[in-house]
Nanobody, 121 residues
C-alpha cells in the first residue's frame, strides 16, 4: 500500500504564491510519474502539471509560466510552486502518482487527500 500526504494549501491574495508538497510512502519500488490535478466547484478534475521519471514536465496552458512542478526522488516527494496566483486557480489540489511496487508489478495509481487553495482578496 502507498500513502500520499499533501501540505501547503491555504488562502492567498491574487498575485501571491504558494508551494504545495506531496510525500509518498509505503511499498514503492519506482515512481513513473508524479502529477498535480485540481478540481474547482462544479468542474471536472483537470491535470495541472506532470513530472515523469525521465525528467520531462508538462503543464496545463492555464498555468504555463506561473507554476513549476519538481520532484525529489530521494524523498519520494513532488512539489508545486505556484506564483502569480489568480482567483481562477481556486480549487482543491490533488497529487497523483503512478508507481511500481516491485520490479515486476504493474503500474498502480494513487491519490492524495487533496488540499484547498483559495485565491481571494
Amino acid at each position: 500500500q502507498v500513502q500520499l500526504v499533501e501540505s501547503g494549501g491555504g488562502l492567498v491574495q491574487p498575485g501571491g504564491s504558494l508551494r504545495l508538497s506531496c510525500a509518498a510512502s509505503g511499498s514503492i519500488f519506482s515512481i513513473n510519474s508524479m502529477d498535480w490535478y485540481r478540481q474547482a466547484p462544479g468542474k471536472q478534475r483537470e491535470l495541472v502539471a506532470s513530472a515523469t521519471s525521465g525528467g520531462s514536465t508538462r503543464y496545463a496552458d492555464s498555468v504555463q509560466g506561473r507554476f513549476t512542478i519538481s520532484r525529489d526522488d530521494a524523498k519520494n516527494t513532488v512539489y508545486l510552486q505556484m506564483n502569480s496566483l489568480k482567483p481562477e486557480d481556486t480549487a482543491v489540489y490533488f497529487c497523483e502518482i503512478i508507481v511500481r511496487t516491485t520490479m515486476a508489478s504493474p503500474l498502480y495509481q494513487y491519490w492524495g487527500q487533496g488540499t484547498q487553495v483559495t485565491v481571494s482578496s
